[in-house]
């Protein structure tokens, strides 16, 4: 039930998948009519005998370093490793070592886990944490690293050129939506003047968008909405980096990168202050 006004009238694109629906009605508890395209797939991977096979080797060998990239990826860590019985052992294992988080979701589910954060990146990005390892000295150092993007960001070759050894912890992959229409109608509302906003929650996100959009032939025209009738809005400025490689030049993202400081960056982007109280401050955050 539409609870606000301050959207109505407006259409707002979600590229997400997971978590979607909250998006979803935090943007129509405001008026706004969503459309959504999904432009990509989370792939769990906690199943792999690859993340079974990190685990028991940090067990066995405790890293110096833990880097945690993402409060998603951790928690499934941890859960699989509870069906293992193993969960008590890796906590055990990760304690002995310094504990880093990229951001404010991957330290939060550490504390819940009961580990101690000793340094969280400032901006939530894995070049903040690249570089606070150099600053550390870990030439020598065994580190962990608890992977967002197995396919593989740039940020884990450089943690592999700076330490001693890194082990990759692979706990679930982005991948390309099953069914790509959704997301190419999205595409063409986005284009043809159908679309106020769009938001993106993952670097992913926008990446696969415009893949998407090449086999459309729809790329340059994407590009152009975008930097003219569409609101680029994204959950951060990890997420906004991906978006200005794509040639979108004024994305915006909210301070703190949560869900809904984001639902309200977009309300306040299309000029609806009025019906910002509609977003509840920790909705979905």
């Known amino acids: 039930m539409t609870t606000g006004s301050g959207l109505a009238g407006r259409r707002v694109g979600i590229t997400a998948d997971r978590r979607w629906r909250a998006q979803a009605d935090l943007l129509e508890n405001l008026g706004a009519e969503v459309l959504h395209g999904p432009t ?8 792999d005998e690859g993340l079974q096979r990190a685990t028991r080797a940090l067990i066995a060998t405790p ?3 833990l880097v945690a990239s993402t409060g998603m990826g951790m928690n499934m860590w941890l859960e699989a490793a509870e069906t293992w019985d193993l969960v008590e052992p890796l906590r055990a294992a990760l304690r002995r070592g310094t504990v880093v988080a ?6 939060s589910a550490l504390r819940r886990a009961g580990l101690d954060v000793a340094w969280q990146a400032p901006s939530e990005t894995m070049e903040e944490v690249v570089a606070f390892l150099a600053a550390e000295g870990v030439a020598s150092a065994r580190v962990a ?3 967002f ?9 450089a943690l592999a050129a700076l330490c001693g050894e890194l082990v990759e912890v692979p706990v679930y ?7 790509v229409a959704p997301a190419a109608r999205l595409i063409e509302a986005a284009c043809n003047g159908g679309l106020d906003a769009v938001t993106f929650t993952s670097q992913p996100a926008v990446h696969h968008l415009f893949r998407i959009a090449e086999d459309l032939g729809r790329a340059e025209g994407l590009r152009a909405a975008c930097n003219s009738t569409v609101r680029p809005v994204c959950v951060g400025p990890v997420c906004a980096d991906a978006a ?3 040639g979108i030049t004024n994305p915006t993202w909210p301070d703190p990168p949560r869900l809904a400081a984001m639902v309200r960056l977009v309300a306040s982007e299309l000029g609806a202050a009025g019906g910002l109280g509609g977003v509840p401050r920790d909705a979905g955050g």
Do not use: F, I, N
């Open 63 to 65: 890293p110096d370093y």
């Open 244 to 246: 200005l490689a794509e």
């Open 40 to 47: 990509l797939r989370t792939v769990d991977l906690t199943r």
């Open 173 to 179: 992959r982005w991948l390309m939506p099953l069914d």
């Open 149 to 157: 993007d197995p396919a593989g960001h740039p940020s884990t070759a």
């Open 145 to 147: 690293v608890q992977l």
């Open 102 to 107: 990229r951001g404010a979701k991957a330290c």
